[in-house]
C-alpha cells in the first residue's frame, strides 16, 4: 500500500522555566527561537527520524532517544485507526540543546503536537490536549529522565505556565497583562541538567523557602495585574539560582550589566548556562543582552543572543 505522504509541519517554541522563585513549577512560551517537526505517513510500522537540521549538535536520530519522535510515538499508539502503521519525521531545531531553554521540551511539543494535527486532518477526528500534552512529557522523560512539565507545558500551549504537582500533572497558564520582552544570552559553555541538580541541596533553609513562596505568590499576582514594580521586587531565587550561578562565570557582572541596562529582572534561564533578562520595552530587552553579551566576553566567552515577547500560541501549524 502506498500513501499520499502529505507533510505538515509544526513550529513549537522555546521556553524558560523556573523563571526567579519558581523551580520546576513556572516556565513561560518564547516567541523565539523553536523547533520544526514535520511529519509524513510510513508504510512500516514505528516512527522514524529522517533527518535533524540546525542547532543539532548531539540530537540522536535514534527514534528511541529522540524527544519528538518518542513523543510522536506515544500520540500515534493512543489514538484509534491510525491512517498509517507509522511516520517518518524531519526535525528543524532552533532551540540550542543544553542551553536551559527547554531544548528538548521544544522537541517533544513539537513532535506530539504534529503527529496529533496530521491524525486530526486525515481522520477528521479530535484528540484530546491531554493526549498531546502526556506524550509530549513522555518525549521529554527520554532527555531528562523525569516527566518535567515546566518547559513541555509553555512549549505546548504557550503564556507562562504554573505546573501543579500531582498525578496527572496539572498546570494552569495566563498570560501576563505587564508587556514582557525576554533577553536570553546563552554563553558558549554548557551545562548539563543532570549536572545543574546535583549542586542543588536537600534540604533548605525555612526562611528561604518562605521568601521564595511568598516571591512567587507576588511574582505571578504581578504578572497578572502589570505591576512592573511587583515583578521586579518579586523576581528572585534564594534557593536555586545561588547554587546554580557559580556554575556561571560572570553571573555576577552579567546579572548587574542587565539591571544596569534597564531590565526589572535577570536570572538563569532553567538549569542554565543560558540568562534571561526580562524588560517592558523590546529596546531595554535587547540593551540588557547587550550588556551581558559584553560581560561573557571580558571572561572570554562569546555568546548566542536571542530577544522575544512571551509567545501566547505554543506550538502550531507552519
Ligand atoms: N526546572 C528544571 C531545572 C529544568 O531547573 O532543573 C528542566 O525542566
Not at 164 to 169: D, I
Not at 224 to 231: N, R, S, T, Y
Not at 309 to 316: F, M, Q, V
Amino acid at each position: 500500500m502506498s500513501h499520499d505522504l502529505r507533510e505538515i509541519a509544526v513550529y513549537a517554541p522555546a521556553s524558560v522555566s523556573n523563571f526567579g522563585p519558581g523551580f520546576d513549577c513556572f516556565g513561560l512560551a518564547l516567541e523565539r527561537p523553536g523547533d520544526t517537526v514535520s511529519a509524513r505517513l510510513a508504510d512500516v510500522p514505528g516512527v522514524r527520524v529522517e533527518s535533524i537540521e540546525g542547532l543539532c549538535d548531539g540530537i540522536p536520530l535514534d527514534s528511541d532517544r529522540n524527544t519528538a519522535s518518542v513523543a510522536a510515538a506515544a500520540v500515534w499508539s493512543s489514538v484509534e485507526d491510525p491512517p498509517a502503521p507509522g511516520l517518518i519525521l524531519r526535525i528543524h531545531k532552533g532551540v540550542p540543546p543544553g542551553s536551559g531553554l527547554g531544548s528538548s521540551g521544544a522537541s517533544a511539543a513539537a513532535g506530539a503536537a504534529v503527529a496529533g494535527h496530521l491524525y486530526q486532518e486525515l481522520t477528521s477526528r479530535s484528540i484530546d490536549d491531554r493526549v498531546i500534552f502526556e506524550a509530549a512529557l513522555d518525549g521529554e522523560a527520554v532527555a531528562a529522565g523525569t516527566r518535567h512539565a515546566d518547559n513541555v507545558a509553555p512549549s505546548l500551549f504557550g503564556d507562562f505556565v504554573i505546573v501543579r504537582r500531582g498525578e496527572p500533572t496539572q498546570f494552569a497558564r495566563f498570560h501576563p497583562k505587564l508587556e514582557c520582552w525576554i533577553a536570553v544570552v546563552k554563553p558558549d559553555i554548557s551545562i548539563s541538567t543532570r549536572e545543574a541538580r546535583e549542586v542543588l541541596p536537600e534540604t533548605v533553609p525555612l526562611s528561604d523557602a518562605v521568601t521564595n513562596w511568598s516571591n512567587s505568590a507576588t511574582l505571578v499576582l504581578g504578572l497578572l495585574q502589570g505591576d512592573a514594580e511587583l515583578v521586579k521586587e518579586s523576581l528572585h531565587d534564594s534557593i536555586v539560582e545561588p547554587r546554580r550561578a557559580k556554575l556561571i562565570p560572570g553571573f555576577d557582572d552579567a546579572r548587574e550589566a542587565a539591571l544596569g541596562a534597564g531590565a526589572l529582572a535577570c536570572g538563569v534561564s532553567g538549569s542554565g548556562p543560558t540568562l534571561f533578562a526580562l524588560a517592558t520595552e523590546e529596546s531595554v530587552a535587547k540593551a540588557a543582552a547587550r550588556s551581558i553579551t559584553k560581560v561573557f566576553r571580558v571572561g572570554g566567552l562569546d555568546s548566542w543572543i536571542e530577544v522575544s515577547p512571551i509567545s501566547p500560541l505554543g506550538a502550531r501549524r507552519v
